[in-house]
């Protein structure tokens, strides 16, 4: 498969791995913050700890969208589709996700219209063939999803749509990176930047990064060979005592970003003065909201919402798992009370959270000697 | 059966307060529901083996019944349609338990307003594929309900069939080092019914793989008969369900390698885009098989040697440990668990 297979290669990943190896200071303990889920997942997917060395420790960073998101959030999204007048439309990831009172899907087989949607433009679909309807697509995503969602509401205003709108939880990533630098128990060496976000804001607002903080950062691809050349570019920087952001994934990520998609967010959305993000708590100018001239477009305008602030669980730990203050298996509920099946927490649900990636993929995992002989 | 001994509260261990569509995708939701509520109550009390059919003794002749029911949508997709799934997944159920297929009954549930068309079509395709599969249509029921209270038409069939001499499968006979089968490339069920249904805007030149797989399973049989140990035909939960299901039930542990399972391009470029696990996907027309070590090269020549099993392979092993655990080793020598499928895939954002 073209652009993937290359990204595979069995002897390049193994070169690679040589190169790492080679790099690593085996005196020096390197933790190194993936901050995409995307990452995450591909790391346990493709089994990459396995092939690291000891000494160098990948910490899951706050990059999940479905993650972030606190649970009054999904519970002010449900409450709006309780109304028997409304279509709910979200992603795929957010239907597992738990409220209060259960999640996206509950409500669904409880008889609420809740819809699964692949891109906001079906939502539109939606609105145009169930006209007697209202249609709110519920938005989530870091600037990855979010130009999508721009141009969606574009198209509603230029069709004159008076039965959609859209709940509008977009976050930006520049914030949660700042937020976790500023966390005093982080100590982290450098970063694997955000791949599918930076396609839309490009590799400079990761300036300061490395200027101010001194902490080298690399855009990195998704597939197995991304990752570990990223980890060699962090490695090398490191070595050599520099601190500069680097772009692996130059394939996909232009430097200055996506002029149009970024044209686009502007048009629509504006920064919420603070929003709250699970385990980082409020931040401020975090978060995107619908400027006023798309107003009619804007669920939260025209629906009531609870706005009620709900807390975690008591017993879970998501914040502290979210910050990469604490591993997955350290969360008292991890795999007990709380499992994909039976999620307690966010992130055992989106196929990005850190604690469904290690649950699914290294959960009771032992070593094996392999040694099978299959050449039959 | 002793039908007078009451259940035992303990033994219903389903706790949840509705039936959601997890219950039905084959996945983790469906074990609970079946081995929490349906069996303890059913089968009150007495202990047997979930598997794909049933063996009973019926003077004297080993016959096997399976029971199956089919919901798929759209009706009609690439390859297939509902008819010929019902005849083929019960065949294949049956085959799986080392059973070949004699007769079917069939009970159709329509919504009224279905146009006659659409049921002469899935009637025709029932025929068809009974007559390739050789079993005989011996019975049926149809029912109609109002419009609106199902999706055009349900099919449930049940089949009888006579158990495949030799053939013994019993995931208790299941050692370490025993090999495992599969009869060809996995997921294009399941992602060509994903991209018929037209919500993805995906297109791709696939289609369903259903069909009887009793040819290849009598291959193995006829090749090796005595050494397969376990056999199951992996449909909703795909490979990754069937084999976490006999890892548990054996206790032993499964090891796939990853690059020699069969795949097509097609599919693991949908399931690449679409966030999903091949894995996970549904088949409709392969089988795995667990043999023993020193006969699985055996098995495996007799598979590829039979018309549609040209690209079968040998894609794993049984080991100790991790007891009750699926790994996939990576081709990179990184290992990675695959557990059953959690509620239906559902694709990603981003």
Redo the contacts between chains.
């Keep these: ?1 073209k652009f ?1 297979d290359e990204f ?1 290669e ?1 002897h390049l ?2 070169k690679a ?1 040589e190169e790492i190896r080679r790099l690593a200071d085996p005196k020096h303990h390197y933790r190194i913050m993936e901050v995409c889920g ?1 990452h995450t997942h591909a790391i ?8 690291l060395p000891e000494n160098i420790e990948l910490i899951h960073g706050p990059g999940c ?1 479905v993650c972030v998101l606190p649970m009054g959030r999904i519970d002010d999204g449900l409450a709006i589709a309780d109304d028997p007048n409304v279509i709910f439309a979200a ?3 957010m ?2 996700v738990p409220g209060t009172q259960g999640s996206p ?2 409500h ?3 008889g609420k219209d809740v819809r ?1 949607v ?2 906001p433009t ?1 939502a539109i679909k939606l609105a145009q063939t169930n006209p007697e309807k209202h249609v709110v697509f519920f938005a ?2 870091f600037e ?2 979010a130009p999508s969602t721009a141009l969606t509401l574009l198209r509603a205003k230029s069709l004159g749509l008076k039965n959609f709108s859209v709940f509008c939880n977009h976050v930006t990533i520049i914030p949660a990176i700042r937020a976790i630098l500023d966390s005093p128990d982080m100590r982290l060496d450098a970063f694997i930047g955000p791949g ?1 976000c930076s396609t839309v804001i490009g590799c400079r607002p990761y300036e300061w990064i490395a200027q101010d903080q001194r902490k080298p950062i690399v855009v990195c691809g998704f597939e ?1 060979l991304d990752l570990l050349q990223s980890i060699v570019m962090l490695l090398r920087q490191l070595r050599d005592g520099e601190a500069k952001v680097e772009n692996q994934y130059k394939r996909v990520v232009p430097w200055e970003g996506n002029r149009a998609a970024l044209k686009a967010m502007a048009q629509v959305f504006e920064l919420r003065p603070y929003f709250e993000w699970r385990g980082l708590g409020f931040i401020s100018q975090s978060a995107l909201q619908i400027r006023k001239e798309f107003a009619a477009w804007n669920s939260e305008q025209r629906f009531t919402v609870p706005g009620v602030r709900v807390t975690d669980p008591k017993a879970a730990q998501c914040g502290e798992v979210l910050k990469g203050v604490l591993k997955p298996e350290q969360c008292k509920l991890f795999g007990k009370e709380c499992s ?2 039976h999620p307690v927490g966010a992130l055992m649900v ?3 959270g850190s604690c469904a990636a290690y ?8 070593l ?1 000697p ?1 040694t ?1 002989s ?1 050449s ?1 | 059966m002793n039908g007078s001994q009451p259940i035992s509260a303990a033994a219903i261990r389903f706790r949840d307060a ?5 219950h039905g995708a084959g996945g ?2 469906s074990r609970r529901l079946i081995e929490g509520l349906i069996a303890p109550i059913l089968y009150q009390g007495v202990s047997r083996t979930l598997s794909d059919a049933a063996h009973v003794d019926v003077g004297g002749h080993r016959m096997a019944i399976t029971t199956d029911g089919f919901v798929v949508s759209p009706l009609r997709f690439p390859g297939g349609s509902i008819g010929e799934l019902a005849v083929n997944g019960t065949v294949n159920d049956l085959a799986v338990s080392g059973a070949r297929a004699e007769i079917l009954a069939v009970t159709l549930v329509l919504e009224a307003g279905l146009e006659t068309r659409v049921l002469e079509a899935e009637m025709r395709a029932m025929a068809q594929a009974a007559q390739r599969a050789g079993v005989l249509v011996a019975a049926g029921d149809t029912k109609v309900v109002e419009h609106g209270k199902a999706d055009k038409m349900y099919i449930s069939t049940t089949g009888i069939g006579r158990a495949i001499p030799g053939v013994c499968v019993d995931p208790a006979s299941i050692r370490p080092g025993d ?1 495992i089968l599969l009869s060809g490339p996995i997921g294009d069920h399941g992602i060509t019914i994903l991209l018929a249904r037209g ?3 995906l297109a791709a030149d696939l289609r369903s793989d259903t069909r009887s797989v009793l040819p290849l399973v009598e291959a193995v049989a006829a090749a090796c008969g005595s050494a397969i140990r376990w056999m199951r035909d992996p449909t909703r939960g795909g490979v990754a369900t069937s084999l976490n299901e006999v890892a548990l039930d054996c206790r032993l ?1 499964v ?1 796939l ?1 990853e690059e ?1 399972i069969p795949i097509r ?1 097609e599919v ?2 949908a399931c ?1 885009l679409l ?1 999903l696990d091949p894995l996970h996907i549904a088949n409709e027309g392969q089988f795995l098989a667990i043999v023993g070590a020193g006969e ?2 055996r098995a ?1 020549s007799a598979l590829r040697a039979c018309a549609g099993g040209e690209s079968s392979a ?4 049984v ?1 100790d ?2 007891g ?2 699926v ?1 996939v ?11 059953m499928l ?2 239906d895939p ?5």
């Design positions: 498969m993937v595979r069995p990943i193994t791995a995307g346990y997917r493709f089994g990459l700890k396995d092939i969208p992603f795929g990831d239907m597992r899907l509950e669904k087989a409880r699964i692949y891109s079906d989530i995503g990855t999803t599918h197995p994909p099946e989106s196929s990005e649950y699914n993929y290294q959960h009771r995992r032992a094996v392999l099978m299959l039959a | 509705q039936i959601e569509m997890a983790k939701a090999k919500e993805l805007d542990g090891v390698e020699r391009d693991r470029g690449e966030g699985a090269a495996l040998m894609i794993g092993e080991c440990e991790p009750g655990t790994l080793s990576t081709r990179y020598g990184g290992t990675r668990v695959v557990d959690v509620g559902l694709p990603r954002i981003c």
